[in-house]
């Protein structure tokens, strides 16, 4: 059985920093990727990075301030968000792909994931 486990999400002050975390278990993947959801929106693509822990990706508004990583010996993707701003307050929801073949813009499709965690709300304050 697949199971995408988030953790870390919380309140913090603007300029503070939260590490989430995505714990994999069930099966290999191609991907794994960090999308966000806030209130009204669509979810969106925020970073990914392919199984082995190479190729991180972002969406424009985050690369200089979040990095994604992964740890191999704990199957877990990490998502460390640094100079938070109020506009990344959102549900974050950890993503992963069994099939391996995808042109990189396709990662940003939340169409290319075929399993989602439950999320972690993240809420930054001024």
């Known amino acids: 059985q697949v199971q995408l486990v988030e953790s870390g999400g919380g309140l913090v002050q603007a300029g503070g920093s939260l590490r989430l975390s995505c714990a994999a278990s069930?099966?290999?993947?191609?991907?794994v990727g960090w999308f966000r959801q806030a209130s009204g929106e669509d979810r969106k693509f925020v970073a990914a990075?392919?199984?082995?822990?190479?190729?991180?990706y972002y969406e424009d508004s985050v690369k200089d301030r979040f990095t994604i990583s992964r740890d191999n010996a704990k199957n877990t993707v990490y998502l460390q968000m640094n100079s938070l701003k109020p506009e990344d307050t959102a549900v974050y929801y950890c993503a992963a792909r069994q099939r391996s073949a995808i042109l990189r813009v396709g990662l940003k499709n939340p169409e290319s994931y075929d399993y989602w965690g439950q999320g972690t709300r993240v809420t930054v304050s001024l």
């Open positions: 069930g099966r290999t993947f191609s991907h």
């Open positions: 990075i392919n199984w082995s822990g190479a190729n991180p």
